[in-house]
């Protein structure tokens, strides 16, 4: 099993629509986890840390299932500005970063 | 958006030059991070600098040398290096470690380098 794994996508949704990523991982014994997005050819920016009791952010929720060993982010009333590759990032005593998932907003 | 600045931001060179790249960060953190971004490929931790001490360095190359003289400061030395090596070379700053885990991260824009 990968350390940290993401579906590639793309996932092509229609603006105002709400959509989803999962990331499994591997480590039981991570401990801090975050969402990044990273627009072609950019850094990767922070968009939200992952909390256990779960996090919300304006259109955006973060959710951490341990049992599971894996987080999730829902975007709601999604928006062309939107589109941009999601990166799911892990940490323990290494950090690792998820492939990242390619989200397309279609007008 | 200037918390983290990188210079170059496009290097090409040959395999027998001597290149340096460098970060800068003005956010007041104490941790500070070299990534490198291949095509295809998640983000791959190289060096860790907590407090200017290095704590990690993740089994790479020799080519590759950091230097963090101070906090706000990093560099990443390059000689001999294969075309293999060419990718986006990304450094980040964060506000030290979390307990059990490392925390929010904060990157420049890259480095873009081509090795020829």
């Known amino acids: 099993r990968k350390e940290v794994e993401q579906d590639p996508g793309p996932f092509n949704v229609p603006e105002g629509a709400t959509v989803a990523f999962n990331c499994t991982y591997s480590?039981?014994?991570?401990?801090?986890f975050f969402w990044y997005r990273q627009d072609c050819r950019k850094e990767p920016k922070l968009l939200m840390s992952v909390y256990s009791s779960g996090n919300e952010d304006g259109r955006f929720t973060a959710q951490l299932n341990r049992a599971s060993q894996y987080i999730s982010l829902l975007i709601r009333d999604s928006k062309l500005s939107d589109s941009a590759t999601y990166l799911c990032v892990v940490s323990g005593d290494k950090i690792i970063f998820g492939k990242g998932t390619r989200l397309h907003i279609l007008p | 958006e200037t918390g983290v600045t990188q210079t170059p931001r496009h290097l090409v060179m040959g395999m027998t030059n001597k290149k340096s790249l460098k970060c800068e960060q003005h956010l007041g953190h104490n941790a500070m991070y070299w990534y490198k971004q291949s095509a295809k490929k998640p983000l791959e931790l190289m060096f860790v600098?907590?407090?200017?001490?290095?704590?990690e360095n993740n089994s790479v190359p020799s080519r590759f040398s950091p230097e963090c003289p101070n906090s706000s400061h990093l560099f990443l030395h390059l000689h001999t290096l294969q075309p293999e090596d060419s990718a986006l070379y990304l450094c980040?700053?964060?506000?030290?470690?979390?307990?059990?885990?490392?925390?929010?991260?904060?990157f420049g824009p890259g480095t873009r380098l081509t090795v020829t």
């Open positions: 600098y907590s407090l200017e001490e290095r704590v």
């Open positions: 980040a700053s964060s506000q030290g470690r979390r307990t059990g885990g490392f925390a929010e991260q904060y």
């Open positions: 480590n039981s014994a991570s401990q801090s």
